[in-house]
T-cell receptor, first 114, second 111 residues
Framework: DAGITQSPRYKITETGRQVTLMCHQT?????MFWYRQDLGHGLRLIYY???????DKGEVPDGYVVSRSKTENFPLTLESATRSQTSVYFC?????????????FGPGTRLTVL | DAKTTQPPSMDCAEGRAANLPCNHS???????VYWYRQIHSQGPQYIIH???NNETNEMASLIITEDRKSSTLILPHATLRDTAVYYC????????????FGKGTLLTVNP
C-alpha cells in the first residue's frame, strides 16, 4: 500500500530492553522524521534524516538511535528502554521536490515501558 | 523559528465557519506560517501554509495580517469531523525542514 506505515502499532516492553520501531514510506521521500508525543508536551522532534545515510539530532535525541540505510526505511531504536520513553511515536516524511514543509505522518506507535 | 501563541480551546457550531487565531509576533521575513491538525489518536495532517498573502485550498483559508504578526485559519463550513487539535507553526524551512509543534488549539465542533 502506498503511504507511510509504522510498526508495531502498539508495544509493551520492560525497562532495560531494546526496542525498535519501524517506519516505512513508499513515496521515495528524501526527508524522514521521528517525533514523540506526550501529554503536556505536544510533539517533539527526536531525530531526522535528509537522505539515506544522513541523520541528525532533533530536540530530544537522548536514549534513541536511528539509521537510514535505505531511503524508504527509518527505524528508531531505544537501546535500553526507560519508563520516561513511554509515549506515542510518530514518523513523518517529506519530499525533496517540495520547497515547503508539508510532512506526511504515519499512524503512530503507542509504546509502554513498564 | 518564531514562537506561536494559540488559545487552548474553541467551540464551533456545525455548518458555521471556524476561525482559529494565532499570534507570531516575532516572525522573521523568511518564515512561513503553517497549519497542521491532529484528529484524536491520528498523526498530524498538513492543512495550509502562507508567507504574506492570503491563501485558500480545498480544506481551509489562511489570512495573514499585513504586519505578519498574526494569522487566522478559517474552516468555512465546519463539520463534526473537523474536531481536532490545530497547530500553528512558524518555520523557515531551509535544509532540514524541522517543525516545532506547540500545544495547539482544540477545536470542538458541536452538532
Amino acid at each position: 500500500d502506498a503511504g507511510i506505515t509504522q510498526s508495531p502499532r502498539y508495544k509493551i516492553t520492560e525497562t532495560g530492553r531494546q526496542v525498535t520501531l519501524m517506519c516505512h514510506q513508499t513515496w521515495s521521500h528524501s526527508y524522514m522524521f521521528w517525533y514523540r508525543q506526550d501529554l503536556g508536551h505536544g510533539l517533539r522532534l527526536i531525530y531526522y534524516s535528509a537522505a539515506a545515510d544522513i541523520t541528525d539530532k532533533g530536540e530530544v535525541p537522548d536514549g534513541y538511535v536511528v539509521s537510514r540505510s535505505k531511503t524508504e526505511n527509518f527505524p528508531l531504536t531505544l537501546e535500553s528502554a526507560t519508563r520516561s520513553q513511554t509515549s506515542v511515536y510518530f514518523c513523518a516524511s517529506k519530499g525533496r521536490e517540495s520547497s515547503y514543509n508539508e510532512q506526511f505522518f504515519g499512524p503512530g506507535t503507542r509504546l509502554t515501558v513498564l | 523559528d518564531a514562537k506561536t501563541t494559540q488559545p487552548p480551546s474553541m467551540d464551533c457550531a456545525e455548518g458555521r465557519a471556524a476561525n482559529l487565531p494565532c499570534n507570531h509576533s516575532t516572525i522573521s521575513g523568511n518564515e512561513y506560517v503553517y497549519w497542521y491538525r491532529q484528529i484524536h489518536s491520528q498523526g498530524p495532517q498538513y492543512i495550509i501554509h502562507g508567507l504574506k498573502n492570503n491563501e485558500t485550498n480545498e480544506m481551509a483559508s489562511l489570512i495573514i495580517t499585513e504586519d505578519r504578526k498574526s494569522s487566522t485559519l478559517i474552516l468555512p463550513h465546519a463539520t463534526l469531523r473537523d474536531t481536532a487539535v490545530y497547530y500553528c507553526i512558524v518555520s523557515s524551512g531551509g535544509s532540514n525542514y524541522k517543525l516545532t509543534f506547540g500545544k495547539g488549539t482544540l477545536l470542538t465542533v458541536n452538532p
